[in-house]
């Protein structure tokens, strides 16, 4: 008799570790160092793969999908050297095993994800495109299902079969649309919404209908055990609906925002994942279910889903779930789809998928009175496919309902739809522009005049660090009893994550471009709600709070686009770099210098870049309170200008003291330094009358406003009189300054986009614990100089000790 130890291929079952090398082992011949190695194979090829197909804009899981079929048969596998040193038939079981825990794992982050409330508050328009891109698909499925049961696919069960083939059809991958909607910046719009609210009344229908066609596979017994099955699963389904939201509740109840959750809780959370889906399996419906359900099931108010989010998903999206692409890979291939009938077959399944799923869903559009372009980017967008379709695929093939050839025309169909849908609907829809508003006439502070139209400024900020300069600065700038209303654009800039799930980024997602609060109960548990509220309730500053998910790469364009639709007169925008505990400046993250230098180049509106030292403190100063030294740096040219106008609206503040240094070149000093521009000052000169309006418009009317003439004759004696004025408590230079003694200061050019008097100000040379404010006054065309400083190479940013 054999012995139970052995597998199918007669080989003895692999050991977990080897003894190494030098003892004569063979790493590849146990089971441990051969998945580490099938881990990093996959790895490496996925994201080389999804570094490749990004500039066409794919979502990764293309990239996952084509990585599992190249190191499956149909490729890399031909070679039968490779495929039994690599991936040999022994070692197949804990491959699946890990691949098959990593998508449990990932299903239940789906589920926690889809927020049953939302679903129910779905409207009708969405409901019924869903239920069309389900119905006529699904029914152009079973029609399909008969031609293959007839030709590639007879003496399959068919009840089964023709079931799968439907669900195959008419599933549409709500993550992986969310990811496309992203990235074509289709969220906010109105396709972009609904389609996904029609997506995820899709993935629930789906889910249920796929549970259906799992209960029916068998092995040729009763219709009773179907029954037995489809029973049980209800019943543990009612069972979790009655005990997971009151467990979970009593948790999240016990985990206050900004704390660590407890680990026990997390613990007993993916201890319960387990458990249900171990139940699910014993029932007959795949263990995947039993996550998904408490998934769905667990409240999503409160920090405790998010955290749980955090803590599982990088690990599973990165690791684990790419296994299950590689595990689907090895089943495929593409080779088994031979001669013209089979072509022929693919091109009939292929065909029927795509025109089920947009004809069904741009017919009821048109009805609704959708626009037809509309219409046909829902119905092409309903169209993506991803991973649910190859669960769906691999639960068929593993229960022998599908056979190689008609699951290789089945995976090689879902790659195909989800890879056409991105380019067909960046050709079929463009999104109307907002037409330049004829309206949109103050671009910049300087020569404003006394125009009574609303002030409007676009504040940026990543995180609640940003906050308390960002909030003093609207302060200062709301003077007292001006005629003209300030109006404050806050954007909660967010990036757009790369992880292979996206899940975090799809809860995001339906936020993007909306206010980052709401008015309802739960909202005060959010830091930056409390402190704009509070800011509103205490001063009569309007904020229109928006939050902005992008890539870095692009998150410019949703900056401008923002400060073009809002009209805004300015831009502020935070530095790259962070205050230290040590005084110094420190990197955050070297990506936001990209897109600052980004905005400085497209922006409609002039430009301001705030160096933070904690201007006005932590925390928000009341008007009566505010006492605060700002310092405008002038040494001429249109950038100086804007930033002196910015001054002069903070100077109408009672609490502020305004000093205004002009720089000169003293006649009886040294050469002037080459490179400078030299000016006739014998006549009046722009700067001149800058200077004379702002002499007779401030520093006349207000004691609190003071102007001085500097006379200089080298770059020593301009940093000893900058640094003059180290106790203030903000800076204001332009960026680009022009004149003489502007030449002094050109040697530094750590940042090049800050100018040479923002560099000084934030070198390690100038000790000073005010904050700065770098300014760019809008141009229709920036001068070859300005643009040059944007172009320089980055250097490398450096912790500055």
Request: overall charge neutral; proline content about 5%.
């Amino acid at each position: 008799m054999a012995s139970s130890d052995t597998t199918p291929d007669s080989a003895p079952l692999m050991k977990a570790t080897s003894h190494g090398v030098f003892q004569g082992d063979s790493p590849l011949h146990y089971a441990l160092p051969l998945v580490i190695l099938q881990m990093c194979l996959v790895l490496v090829l996925t994201r080389v793969l999804a570094y490749l197909l990004k500039p066409l804009r794919q979502p990764r899981v293309v990239a996952e999908i084509v990585g599992g079929v190249l190191l499956g048969p149909s490729a890399l596998g031909r070679n039968e050297a490779y495929l039994h040193v690599v991936f040999p038939p022994r070692s197949l079981t804990v491959l699946d095993t890990l691949a098959n825990l990593g998508l449990l794992f990932f299903l239940f982050l789906v589920g926690l994800e889809l927020d049953l409330n939302s679903l129910r508050r779905t409207g009708k328009k969405a409901v019924c495109i869903a239920m069309a891109g389900i119905s006529l698909p699904f029914i152009l499925g079973i029609g399909v299902s008969f031609v293959l049961i007839g030709t590639i696919s007879g003496g399959v069960d068919e009840g089964p079969f023709i079931v799968f083939m439907g669900v195959a059809m008419s599933i549409t991958a709500f993550p992986v649309l969310a990811r496309i909607l992203a990235e074509l910046k289709l969220l906010t719009t109105d396709v972009g919404k609904m389609a996904m609210s029609a997506a995820a009344v899709n993935d629930v229908v789906a889910w249920i209908l796929l549970a259906l066609a799992v209960a029916l596979t068998g092995t040729g017994r009763s219709p009773l055990v179907a029954l037995w099955v489809f029973l049980c699963a209800s019943g543990f389904v009612i069972l979790c609906s009655f005990l997971v939201p009151r467990v979970f509740k009593w948790m999240s109840q016990r985990c206050p925002n900004g704390e660590p959750v407890d680990e026990l809780y997390v613990c007993v959370t993916l201890g319960g994942v387990l458990a249900a889906s171990f139940v699910t399996d014993t029932i007959g419906i795949h263990a995947l279910f039993g996550a998904f359900v408490v998934g769905v099931l667990i409240p999503k108010e409160g920090a405790f889903a998010g955290a749980l989010v955090e803590k599982v998903e990088d690990l599973v999206s990165g690791l684990f779930l790419p296994l299950y692409f590689v595990s689907s890979g090895l089943k495929t291939n593409v080779a088994s789809i031979k001669g013209a009938r089979s072509w022929g077959l693919f091109v009939l399944v292929f065909v029927s998928a795509c025109f089920g799923k947009i004809a069904g869903s741009v017919g009821v559009c048109l009805v609704c009175k959708i626009p037809f372009m509309e219409a046909l980017a829902i119905g092409l967008l309903m169209n993506t496919k991803g991973l649910v379709e190859i669960i769906v695929l691999n639960i068929g093939k593993d229960r022998g309902v599908l056979n190689d050839e008609t699951f290789a025309i089945l995976v090689l169909m879902a790659l195909l739809t989800t890879f056409i849908t991105t380019p067909l609907v960046v050709a079929v829809y463009k999104p109307a522009k907002t037409p330049s508003n004829s309206e949109y006439k103050h671009r910049a502070l300087d020569r404003r005049g006394s125009s009574t139209s609303p002030f409007r400024m676009l504040f940026c900020f990543h995180s609640v660090r940003n906050l308390p300069t960002m909030i003093n600065l609207i302060e200062v700038l709301r003077g007292t009893g001006k005629r003209e209303v300030l109006l404050v654009h806050a954007m909660h800039l967010m990036e757009l994550s790369e992880r292979s799930s996206a899940i975090l980024m799809v809860h995001k997602a339906r936020k993007n471009g909306l206010p980052f609060w709401k008015k309802d109960t739960n909202s005060g548990s959010d830091q930056i709600v409390v402190a704009f509220e509070a800011f509103q309730q205490l001063s009569r500053v309007t904020i229109w709070p928006t939050t902005a998910i992008s890539a870095m790469t692009s998150m410019h364009e949703d900056i401008c686009s923002g400060a073009e639709s809002n009209r805004a007169a300015m831009i502020i925008l935070p530095f790259h770099k962070h205050l230290r505990l040590d005084g110094q400046l420190e990197t955050t993250r070297a990506e936001y210098r990209h897109v600052n230098r980004k905005v400085l180049e497209h922006a409609p509106c002039s430009v301001g870049i705030l160096v933070d030292r904690g201007f006005g403190g932590t925390s928000h100063i009341a008007a009566s309170n505010v006492n605060s030294l700002v310092t405008v740096l002038f040494f001429g040219g249109h950038d100086d200008h804007e930033a002196l106008a910015y001054g002069a609206r903070m100077a109408e503040h009672p609490g502020i003291n305004l000093i205004v240094v002009r720089f000169l070149l003293n006649p009886g000093g040294t050469s002037v330094p080459p490179g400078s521009i030299t000016i006739d000052i014998q006549e009046s000169t722009p700067d001149d009358n800058v200077i004379e309006d702002f002499k007779k418009n401030f520093a006349l009317k207000y004691n609190t406003v003071n102007y001085e003439e500097r006379m200089v004759s080298d770059v020593a004696e301009t940093a000893e009189m900058i640094r003059e004025y180290g106790r203030s408590n903000l800076f204001l230079v332009g960026r680009m300054p022009e004149g003489e003694v502007v030449g002094f200061l050109k040697n530094n050019s750590e940042c090049p986009e800050m100018g040479p008097v923002g560099n000084f100000l934030i070198s390690p040379s100038f000790t000073t614990a005010a904050s700065v404010l770098v300014v760019q006054q809008y141009h229709t065309q920036l001068s070859l100089l300005s643009l040059a400083s944007l172009k320089e190479d980055e250097t490398v940013d450096r912790v500055d000790s």
